[in-house]
């Protein structure tokens, strides 16, 4: 791996103007999985790592009237233990049962395991089968797309340059 600058935003708007500034340059990371094995590979190479762990207003499961929301900053293991989902959507806590190894689970983030552009990751099957939508962050405000949107080709999101997955809503189930 070469040398890169390590950045470490407070703010969403902060991580978006670094990635602007850094013109398609610089990744965002939080558990860092996906992207640590693609560097250590030689397959990618950023100028920047952006490391957005600290962005608070990312983390939390939340539920309204009309749907559960996921901060991008959830990790796969708080998904699966969440008393909240498990009342809600029991199968996304089975489903996080099946997600790599437990470290990974503690480490790997939804907001990132989206963003990877692996159309064949457990989480993105399940948001498509109920309805989930992704909020996507840039310089220019917010956009929600269906998650089915979010994935156009192997590995190749329709994210900006400059855009961050912020959250995942799905729309609550009838009783």
Do not use: W
Request: hydrophobic share 40%; with cysteine.
């Amino acid at each position: 791996m070469k040398n890169f600058e390590y950045l470490e935003p407070t703010s969403v708007a902060e991580a978006c103007a670094l990635l602007k500034q850094n013109g398609g340059e610089a990744k965002i990371f939080a558990g860092g999985a996906h992207l640590t094995i693609l560097m250590k590979q030689g397959l990618y190479q950023p100028r920047a790592l952006i490391n957005i762990k600290k962005i608070a207003e990312l983390k939390g499961i939340r539920c309204s009237d009309a749907e559960l929301s996921i901060g991008a900053l959830v990790t796969h293991r708080e998904l699966e233990t969440s008393a909240l989902v498990r009342d809600k959507f029991p199968v996304l806590c089975e489903a996080e049962r099946e997600v790599a190894n437990i470290r990974v689970r503690h480490m790997g983030t939804v907001g990132g395991n989206l963003a990877s552009g692996e159309p064949l990751t457990d989480l993105s099957q399940i948001f498509i089968a109920l309805d989930g939508k992704v909020k996507i962050t840039g310089p220019n405000g917010e956009r929600t797309i269906p998650v089915q949107e979010l994935f156009l080709d192997f590995y190749t999101t329709s994210l900006a340059d400059d855009e961050i997955i912020t959250e995942v809503m799905i729309p609550l189930l009838p009783k």
